[in-house]
């Protein structure tokens, strides 16, 4: 249906029109969440995959209208539609996905059309038009303005537009009328506020997203991953180890003497001290490749390595310990205090079965080290 034919119906159908193609973005969104999360349990991946689904969706979108328009012979009808969808995409997938669906659009314009004048035109609106967005976009995000109104500056883009369109025969585009330019300025308005108020939703329900999936997947105490990520990790690292037959070594770290911090100090300055040793730990493994940390509970730490041979590991484990031993931990503005730790490391072997093997070695160590006066590290041999 053209939105010529629009002018003897209800306006309101563009408007349902637009949200139907958010709403239903929106539930292939959440059933692919779904689906992720009940077979795969992985929740860091989550954004990189909602954006390739997004360019995804939006570019075959982009193709159903270049096919619609295409086969009217009106390059003017779906323009809000198109314009619409170039603005929120920019917004909400960014540079590259945004820059795909133009690619697909541009493309399937050229396939559907051929490489003739008019195809030529085209490429350079929607090429101007990118930029103009892209730019109008990056000082929306500078000014943090809300989405209201910006949506009311993309309303005078759209003025703008169609004022352009009007006062310039774009050849091989067709002619604008007063009619044509009086509807499609209307529409374009009430179809904006439809989809400002569908995506302000959408919006909420994406920002709840990313707080569960930090929740997930982030200690909030240290900002290292949690027992979840370790969890996941280590099953994959494990797979991975033993598929490909390359060393993977767990280091369990227990902070010593942590139950007389907090009584002493309180539980907040053992939080804090918490943050502290989580920091020189992040720092230590990022001086070597492949080596991630995390807090998998109270005052317990755990490091995974891979593709380190035993001289690496062993030297390692001692400039951990060194280091924690060397530094001064706030309680907190006026006072600072020295701490140990225990360390327990283990190293995958081929006898390693099962998989709680590894895991169940490096705590043994740990506890070893414990049980020896603290402040010790003890490797399996």
Not at 80 to 104: H, I, K, T, W
Not at 145 to 163: G, N, Q
């Amino acid at each position: 249906m053209t939105q010529h034919a629009w002018l003897l119906q209800p306006l309101l159908t563009g408007v349902f029109f637009v949200l139907g193609v958010v709403l239903l973005f929106q539930l292939i969104m959440n059933a692919f969440i779904n689906y992720t999360d009940n077979h795969y349990k992985r929740y860091s991946d989550f954004n990189l995959q909602l954006h390739a689904l997004g360019a995804t969706y939006f570019s075959l979108v982009a193709l159903y209208f270049e096919i619609s328009a295409s086969s009217q012979h009106n390059q003017y009808n779906f323009a809000n539609f198109r314009l619409l969808m170039l603005f929120y995409v920019v917004m909400f997938l960014g540079q590259r996905s945004s820059a795909l669906v133009v690619f697909v659009t541009g493309l399937s314009h050229v396939i559907l059309n051929g490489l003739v004048l008019e195809s030529f035109y085209y490429l350079l609106i929607i090429g101007i038009c990118y930029i103009i967005i892209s730019a109008f976009m990056y000082a929306v995000h500078q000014l943090q303005l809300t989405l209201f109104e910006w949506s009311f500056i993309l309303d005078v883009f759209a003025i703008l537009f169609w004022m352009f369109c009007y006062f310039n025969k774009i050849p091989s585009f067709g002619i604008v009328s007063d009619k044509m330019v009086t509807f499609n300025i209307i529409a374009f308005v009430a179809m904006n506020l439809g989809l400002s108020i569908g995506i302000t939703r959408m919006t909420d329900a994406r920002a709840h997203l990313k707080t569960i999936t930090r929740q997930a997947t982030v200690d909030s105490i240290t900002n290292l991953k949690n027992y979840t990520s370790f969890s996941e990790d280590y099953r994959q690292q494990l797979h991975l180890a033993r598929k490909n037959g390359t060393p993977m070594t767990l280091i369990a770290i227990d902070l010593d003497h942590f139950k007389k911090i907090n009584d002493r100090y309180g539980h907040l300055s053992g939080n804090r001290i918490l943050n502290q040793l989580g920091s020189v730990l992040e720092n230590e493994a990022t001086r070597i490749s492949n080596a991630t940390v995390y807090r998998v509970g109270g005052e317990e730490f755990d490091i995974l390595l891979t593709n380190q041979d035993a001289e690496t590991i062993y030297e390692f484990s001692h400039t951990l310990q060194n280091q924690v031993q060397q530094s001064r931990f706030n309680v907190d503005n006026n006072e600072s205090i020295s701490l140990t730790i225990s360390v327990g490391v283990a190293t995958l072997r081929n006898a390693d079965t099962d998989d709680d093997t590894l895991y169940e070695r490096a705590d043994q160590m740990l506890y070893r080290s414990k049980g020896q006066g603290r402040n010790q590290i003890n490797f399996d041999k």
